[in-house]
C-alpha cells in the first residue's frame, strides 16, 4: 500500500439469507481484484462483512456507493482511518523500553 493512501473499513449488513447472493455479486463485479479492495471478511456479529479499502478518499468514497448500490445491501458503516503516530517512530521505540 502507498504510504499517502488513506484505508477505510466498510462493515456491511446484508439482508437476511442473502449473504450468497452478495458474495456472488461481489465475485461477479471483481471486487475482490480491485486494487482498491485490500480485504473481504465474512463475519458474525452486528454486520456480515468487513470489507477494507484502500486509495485515495476519492477512490474509497466510490467504491462505497459501488457496495451500497447492490441490493443485497441492508445498510453500511464506514470506518476512516487517519494516522495518529508514525509506525517507523513506534518500532524504533520498542526496543528502547525498560
Known sequence: MNSKDDRAYVLVEIHPGKEKDFCNEVLSKGWILDSKVERMDFVHGSFD??????????????????????????????????????????????????
Do not use: A, N, Y
Open 49 to 98: 462483512f468487513i470489507i477494507t479499502l484502500h486509495g485515495t478518499l476519492k477512490d474509497i468514497d466510490k467504491k462505497i456507493l459501488e457496495i451500497r448500490k447492490s441490493p443485497f445491501v441492508h445498510r453500511t458503516e464506514t470506518l476512516i482511518c487517519f494516522e495518529m503516530f508514525s509506525w517507523e517512530d513506534i518500532s524504533s521505540q520498542v526496543g528502547k523500553q525498560p
